[in-house]
């Protein structure tokens, strides 16, 4: 068999495996990559199954370098204080609404859907670890994400204000598809930083997933807000497009504590 017809059998060229591909699959591969339409078009016409198999490799390791350098540069922007998956995950101390679960959580439809999680329980209990991981997914997939401590989403808000750059700031925020709440009531926040932490919720509501991790019950929400009402204007948004995921148990880090 001579090289040319190897190749075109999808065989080996120059050391390496050439692809069996169609004009039709080039095309589809070359999608999401800036090269002109008509150009390609016309060098695929006119291509041997063997170049048409190089090309379809090309675009193929093209893609899955660029998905890739996405997915890192979106885990990277996102700020996630660690890196954490759901492999080996502790799944026995959050308890999910009866209609909903593990598996809703990992397709991540609530994120297309713009529906909001809020992580609730004990300290210790992993709901850090599920709102980091479902962002990892998240990212994984290809959508944006960021995540803050409630603490650290204030300083940066009020920074951003004092500088005349907050709506600079919000928008950043808001391209976010995903966005990640830690430690809502962990730290006082005063009146003017709730208010903040408020434009970021209610600017979210319809548009974008937020998820929160709490060790309140909605009834305290008003001693993180300073005020009844904007406590319970967040919460009236949150329960509209919301569930809530239960923890409890003893904590991860006290049970594997070396200070016994």
């Given amino acids: 068999m001579s090289e040319s017809t190897d190749a075109a059998a999808g065989g080996r060229r120059g050391g390496r495996t050439v692809s069996k591909s169609t004009p039709d699959e080039v095309m589809e591969l070359a999608c999401g990559l800036p090269l002109t339409r008509s150009v390609l078009r016309s060098v695929v016409a006119g291509a041997t199954p063997g170049q048409l198999g190089v090309l379809a490799d090309l675009f193929r390791a093209e893609n899955a370098s660029r998905t890739e350098s996405r997915r890192a ?69 290809g959508m944006p994400v960021r995540f803050f401590t409630a603490s650290s989403l204030v300083m940066r808000l009020r920074r951003a204000r004092d500088e005349n750059r907050l709506d600079a700031e919000l928008r950043a925020i808001g391209r976010a598809r995903l966005l990640v709440i830690d430690e809502l009531g962990y730290l006082p926040i005063d009146i003017d930083g709730a208010r903040l932490l408020f434009q970021v919720v209610a600017d979210s509501y319809e548009k974008r997933s937020v998820v929160f991790t709490t060790n309140l019950e909605f009834g305290r929400w008003g001693e993180v807000f300073g005020d009844g009402d904007m406590a319970a204007a967040v919460i009236d948004r949150i329960v509209h497009h919301g569930r809530i995921v239960r923890f409890r148990g003893e904590s991860y880090r006290n049970s594997h504590s070396l200070m016994k």
């Avoid at 809020?118 to 962002?135: F, Q």
């Fill in 73 to 141: 540069r979106l885990i990277r922007n996102a700020g996630f204080p660690c890196v954490k998956g759901f492999d080996g995950y502790d799944w026995g101390m959050a308890s999910f609404p009866a209609d909903w679960g593990r598996e809703q959580l990992m397709d991540l439809g609530f994120v297309d859907r713009a529906e909001d999680l809020v992580l609730y329980g004990d300290v210790g209990c992993g709901k850090t670890h599920m709102a980091i991981a479902t962002g990892m997914l998240a990212c994984e997939r």
